[in-house]
Nanobody, 125 residues
């Protein structure tokens, strides 16, 4: 019903920047909230940030607030995650996700209905 395809991951130096993209296709009208999560090897999948496409509201994890920016381009049906001032601890596989509504506990992965395939971000010191 909804397909998410991610791109833009790669290797960056500490202090550098990357921009991840998530192309949305299928029943795009059913997507209300676009989220981003990340998972390091041996670790649980953690919330990064999300954006409500209808009004542009954004929410962030404390660990990335002020460094990362989430956005959604309705014309291109693409979600973006800007990663700035990268740190080695940001190294992880990053996933975009789509939800059919905005839950009060938007940081829980179980609240999202569709997931991208993930893209690797590696940050060297």
């Amino acid at each position: 019903q909804v397909q998410l395809v991610e791109s833009g991951g790669g290797l960056a130096q500490a202090g550098g920047s990357l921009r991840l993209s998530c192309a949305v296709s299928g029943s795009t009208s059913s997507v209300y909230n676009m989220g981003w999560f990340r998972q390091a090897p041996g670790k649980e999948r953690d919330f990064v940030g999300c954006t409500v496409w209808s009004d542009g509201r954004t929410y962030y994890a404390d660990s990335v607030k002020g460094r990362f920016t989430v956005s959604f381009d309705n014309a291109q049906n693409t979600a973006y995650l800007e990663l700035n001032n990268l740190k080695p601890e940001d190294t992880a596989v990053y996933y975009c996700a789509a939800a059919r509504r905005l839950w009060s506990d938007y940081w829980r992965a179980g609240r999202y209905d569709y997931w991208g395939q993930g893209t690797q971000v590696s940050v060297s010191s």
